[in-house]
């Protein structure tokens, strides 16, 4: 290729690379104009944030700061239970005489559910009745024969024992008869009956089960952060899963001993009330608690910028430009949330930072200073 279209081809490059630098760094521009280059032809579209005139400072684009509040609620999924359970086993062996209770049946403490064959306990109550007669009426006569002198005081002590014993036996005879009839522990509702009469039975069968289901309680879990906002009466609202729009209150009843250490997570129990008795042992529930959470100062995403030092936004004291450090503490869609020294209603810089420096005086344009309202503004 000859000389001259080489350099032709190198003048053209450099145009157009001087071109692509004055519209990408807006300080290009005046760079040029310092070195005799004429920039019309290189400047960057116009949007709402201008470059500034030569006879006043740079307009920018402002977004107030509003205030966001997090882990002001903490969900959990949490498993069902009665307020008191028990499955129903007898005390021994035997044969099921009769079914005293129907399965769903409502029932008080002490009603009968099942009785066991009796024939057995009976005689031997039988049995023990006459040996404590017998054993009174024979401490009766050695009274009397002690006042006659007919017998030492060692034997009228042998037959008080006697007697004493035979009351103990009276006593077994009388709860092992009872125990032949399996009773309620408390007041609740009869779950299914598992056996029919006639069926032998040991102390591993299960009859059936008592709930007293007047409340549910819900085991759920809550992170570790929340174990000092957590309390024995503190709120709580929860939905079954299978009926998500009946919404129930409660209050948390008690509180585990330590956090699980795989989990980072404290398990806590709440109780709900269950009057109208809509509710089951067993259910899932999705368990809601809300505390006063922490309040953080929300900028637009566009707002973030970074240097060595870590992020900051651009906002105005006194008209000027300053950097003001922040925090991210949480991304949002719409928002950043950050631990910064900037009050509700300050206008950061959102379109425009290209063009400002520290201490450099700006204004915003109408629009940002009309959504501020009585923001703090730079001049």
Known sequence: MKLWKQAL????????????????????????????IATASVEPPADRAS???????????????????????VSAIGDGRAARSVTVAPYDSGRVARIDAA??????????????????????LDRARLTLEDSRATLARNQELLRAKAITAVQLRESQLAVDQAGLELRDAEVALDHRVIRAPFDGWVGIIDVDVGDHVDATTELATVDDRSHILVDFRVPERFVGQVRPGSPVSARPLARPGLELTGEVQTLDSRVAS????????????????????????????????????????????WNAAGAYVWTGVDGKAVQVPVRIVQRDDDAVLVDADLA??????????????????FRYDAASTASAGSAPQPG
């Open 262 to 305: 795989d989990t980072r997570t404290l398990r806590v129990r709440a109780s709900l009330d269950n009057a109208a008795d809509l509710l089951r042992a067993g259910m899932a529930f999705s368990v809601t608690m809300r505390f006063p959470g922490e309040s953080f100062a929300a900028v637009d995403p566009l707002a973030i910028q």
């Open 51 to 73: 470059q500034p005139s030569r006879g006043g400072p740079p307009v920018v684009i402002g977004t107030p700061v509003r205030q966001a509040t997090i882990n002001d609620r």
């Open 9 to 36: 081809i190198s003048i053209v490059v450099l145009a157009a690379a001087v071109a692509l630098w004055a519209r990408t760094f807006p300080i290009a521009a005046s760079f040029l104009e310092r070195a005799g």
């Open 344 to 361: 509700p209603g300050t206008l950061v810089v959102t379109e425009g930072v290209q063009m400002l420096r520290a201490g450099q005086p």
């Open 103 to 124: 399965s769903g049946q409502f029932v008080t403490a002490g009603t009968p559910l099942v009785s066991l064959d009796q024939e057995a306990e009976e005689i031997a």
